[in-house]
Every structure is written in structure tokens, then in C-alpha cells.
């Protein structure tokens, strides 16, 4: 079975930072991109960034961009979220997300961790 394991939520002040972290385990032939989002109250996911398995990022707004960093492992099964100058209005759970192969599989699936709070004070 495919597993995401997720650490590095919490409360900080504003103008902390924190660091997510997203391991996937299992039966993998490759893994290929990795994605954090973000899940407001009341309100549906949302793409914060995006890493492929050659290294690119992608970021969803420039204001992301600029405080937060999407970096993953030389072995590409660990993902992190490095969050810099937070805000309250980052307050939400975030999901790490792994696009894989499975061996014995045909396509590849995406799946998803199980979800960390971030809450950063005013």
C-alpha cells in the first residue's frame, strides 16, 4: 500500500516559519510530481506549489513564491514545504500530494497525506 506521512504543522506568530514534510513509502516504480495544498474553512483545496521529478517548480501565486519553497530529497521520496514571513491569512491544513507508479499498476495515481494545521497567529 501506497503511504504519505506528514509532519511539521503548527502555531507560530506571524513572521515565523515553519517546515512541512511529506514521506511516500510503498510498492513504487517512480515517483513523479509532489504537491502542497492548501485547504481554507469552508472552502475547497488549493494548489500552493508543485515539484516535478526533474526539479521544477511551480508556484501558484508570486506571493508564494516569494515567502514559501517546495524542495524535495535526492531520492525524491520526501517532499518539504519551507514556509518563510507567514501570515495569518495562511492559516489552513495543508496536504502533500505524490503523483506515482505502482508496480503492477499501468498509470500512475495520485495520493494524498493525511493533512497538517498550520495556524499562525496575529
Known amino acids: 500500500q501506497v503511504q504519505l506521512v506528514e509532519s511539521g504543522g503548527g502555531l507560530v506568530p506571524a513572521g515565523g516559519s515553519l517546515r512541512l514534510a511529506c514521506t511516500v513509502s510503498g510498492p513504487l516504480k517512480s515517483i513523479n510530481r509532489m504537491s502542497w495544498f492548501r485547504q481554507f474553512p469552508r472552502k475547497g483545496r488549493e494548489l500552493v506549489a508543485h515539484i516535478t521529478s526533474d526539479g521544477v517548480t511551480t508556484y501558484a501565486t508570486d506571493s508564494l513564491k516569494e515567502r514559501f519553497t517546495i524542495a524535495r530529497d535526492s531520492a525524491e521520496s520526501t517532499g518539504y514545504l519551507q514556509m518563510n514571513s507567514l501570515k495569518p491569512e495562511d492559516t489552513a491544513v495543508y496536504y502533500c500530494?505524490?503523483?506515482?507508479?505502482?508496480?503492477?499498476?499501468?498509470?500512475?495515481?495520485?495520493?494524498w497525506g493525511q493533512g497538517t494545521q498550520v495556524t499562525v497567529s496575529s
Open positions: 500530494n505524490f503523483v506515482v507508479e505502482v508496480i503492477g499498476n499501468k498509470w500512475e495515481h495520485d495520493y
